[in-house]
């Protein structure tokens, strides 16, 4: 069977062949159609081998033949000839370089036959003792930029995006309980996982058992398991193939619930309980809460502990020790938002720009998860490589949308773009078109190193846009690949309360922007915010959960989130945005 993960690995492999191909100097339009041909598996909805079975993969627009193959006989071998071949022609280090935002395949080329640099950590030298700035191109900032990009690489590696952590546990977990049920008595994901943030460092899986041997030995022999790097009666460690370690701890069942709140954390947010408990003349620890004569109260469940404290009991994802614990006292913890809450997406891209499928394959998913109103939001005509629409070109998705809708029952597919905020915050679209559509999210793609004030004074103009409801991806940062701009943020949300205009907490894994302490912020200031997944296919629109833990980490309820809203009511917010200018 082929699952997401082969379209990645294959999606993998095309890339860095280009990127190989272009170290070496070779054909340009070579290098374009593996990039090309990469972008396109890595966003391909179906199943690839059935694709493949049917011989439609060569018809896909922009995989020829040549390509095609090459992917039948990944599918068939797990990897390519001369893919192995052309990586032995380049030192296995310089490709790791590439993973360094500012370093393309020709910086890195002429590291390699200038400097001989062939390696990250000789990378890293060389800008530290300033022995690049003699080259061309690569002055004193960029060296600069280099050496903070190498930082943000080592913080990356040795931490896992939250959308990649979450399915890997869901699987693991599958897997354990298929193969131990017998002996789990119950069993849970832990620490920073459970609370939802956006990178993890490594997986914590406790467990409640009345024969943790034998639970440990199953752990350890699972499917995933690369390497074992601990095995004990009450706790194993292991690594899996991706390098991402995966702790499994064992408690009597009576312990469980408060090993689950100890092993939850955060920390601060644990010494705030610990204080609290010593207050109250109470032991906490990971096996319970006793008195002082050593009884024990609370343990058996979680919601014991926080009740014995006087407490009420406070949601994973607010456990930062940012005021929950306060406000558990005072009785004013926010009511989170739900997923269920969401009641529609409105940042969706179709094959008319850079997505991959046709608008009626989204609808159908969009109705499978409930959702009473979707908006399609393709690129404005200045992001040419993502295929942007012109006016005339969004003009007529607005009709084949009117079309759909006249077919539709029980859900609505409102017409909108994502358009591009310019260089100087005007936007890529006259007004005039963007007033005939019904979402217009307004968005920054280009030019991300202009200065603070530069960059705010920008986003400024572009929200006090009367036609602008949505500031998608708002501070731009990719976890991992780059911060977000330089922008006054407080200032943005400001005139965003102004104006009514609400911030997107955008769903991709390595975005989730607005962060949950901006979507906290936002809420303080009155601003509304509304969850997308920016999907660029049908699965994508599964990425709502992310957004959806930001959200509730953010302490957002469902007022806060317009797209809660049923569609009538929806449609009515949508209207009054325009009808105050
Ligand atoms: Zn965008
Ligand atoms: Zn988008």
Redesign the pocket.
């Known amino acids: 069977m082929v699952t997401k993960d082969d379209k990645e690995k294959i999606a993998r492999i095309f890339k860095e062949m280009a990127d190989l191909l272009a170290i070496k100097g070779e054909n340009p339009f070579r290098i374009r159609a593996y990039e090309k041909a990469s972008d396109i598996i890595k966003h391909l909805s179906g199943n690839l081998e059935e694709i493949c079975r049917q011989e439609k993969i060569s018809k896909i627009p922009g995989i020829g033949k040549g390509i095609a193959e090459k992917v039948k006989v990944i599918l068939k071998e797990g990897t390519l000839p001369a893919y192995e071949q052309l990586k032995k022609s380049i030192p296995p280090g310089l490709i790791e370089i590439l993973s360094i935002p500012d370093i393309g395949p020709k910086t890195a080329r002429l590291l390699y036959e200038k400097v001989g640099i062939k390696s990250l950590e000789e990378l890293e030298e060389a800008a530290k003792t300033g022995k690049l700035k003699g080259l061309p191109g690569l002055g004193a900032k960029k060296e600069e930029n280099i050496l903070r990009g190498i930082n943000l690489y080592k913080t990356r590696s040795s931490r896992i995006l939250l959308g990649k952590a979450l399915p890997l546990v869901n699987n693991i977990l599958m897997e354990l309980k298929e193969k131990a049920h017998p002996v789990i008595e119950r069993i849970s994901i832990a620490g920073s996982l459970r609370r939802g943030k956006e990178t993890i460092g490594d997986i914590d899986i406790l467990a409640a058992s009345f024969e943790p041997s034998s639970l440990m030995r199953v752990f350890t022999s699972l499917s995933f398991v690369s390497q074992i790097l601990a095995r004990g009666e009450t706790k194993s460690s292991i690594l899996t193939p991706e390098g991402l370690q995966v702790d499994l701890r064992v408690v009597p069942s009576d312990c469980f619930g408060a090993a689950i709140q100890y092993f939850t954390g955060s920390k601060s947010h644990n010494i705030k309980l610990r204080e609290r408990a010593i207050r109250r003349r109470l032991k906490i620890n990971e096996y319970g809460v006793f008195t002082q004569d050593k009884r024990k109260i609370a343990g058996k469940e979680e919601v014991e502990v926080y009740r014995v404290l006087d407490l009420p009991f406070i949601p994973p994802e607010l456990r930062e020790d940012r005021g929950e614990v306060e406000a558990a006292e005072k009785g004013v913890l926010p009511h989170l938002l739900n997923q269920e809450d969401i009641k529609g997406d409105l940042?969706i891209?179709t094959r008319a720009s850079d997505g991959m499928d046709e608008i009626p394959v989204i609808v159908e998913k969009a109705r499978e998860k409930g959702y009473e109103y979707i908006a399609i939001?393709d690129?404005s005509y200045s992001l040419r490589v993502a295929g942007g629409l012109d006016s005339k070109a969004i003009l007529s998705q607005v009709e084949v949308i009117k079309n759909i809708n006249s077919r539709l029952t029980g859900i609505k597919v409102f017409s909108g773009v994502?358009v591009n905020i310019k260089l100087d915050g005007s936007l890529d679209m006259p007004d005039e078109v963007l007033s005939r559509l019904d979402v217009v999210?307004a968005?920054i793609h280009t030019g991300f190193k202009q200065d603070r004030e530069t960059m705010t004074r920008r986003i400024i103009k572009a929200i006090r846009n009367p036609f602008v409801h949505v500031l998608?991806?708002p501070s731009g940062r990719l976890l991992g690949e780059r911060e977000g701009y330089d922008i006054d943020f407080d200032e943005v949300l400001n005139v965003a309360a102004e104006e009514g205009v609400w911030m997107e907490i955008n769903s991709q894994p390595e975005r989730l922007d607005l962060t949950d302490y901006w979507a906290m912020e936002a809420k303080k200031r009155g601003v509304k915010v509304v969850i997308n997944t920016?999907a660029?296919n049908k699965d994508s629109l599964d990425f709502i959960k992310l957004g959806v833990i930001t959200a509730r980490r953010g302490w957002l309820e469902k007022e806060d989130v317009v797209n809660t809203l049923s569609l009538k009511e929806f449609a009515e917010i949508l209207k009054q945005r325009r009808v105050r200018k």
């Open positions: 940042h891209h939001t690129h994502e999210i968005a998608a991806h920016d660029h």
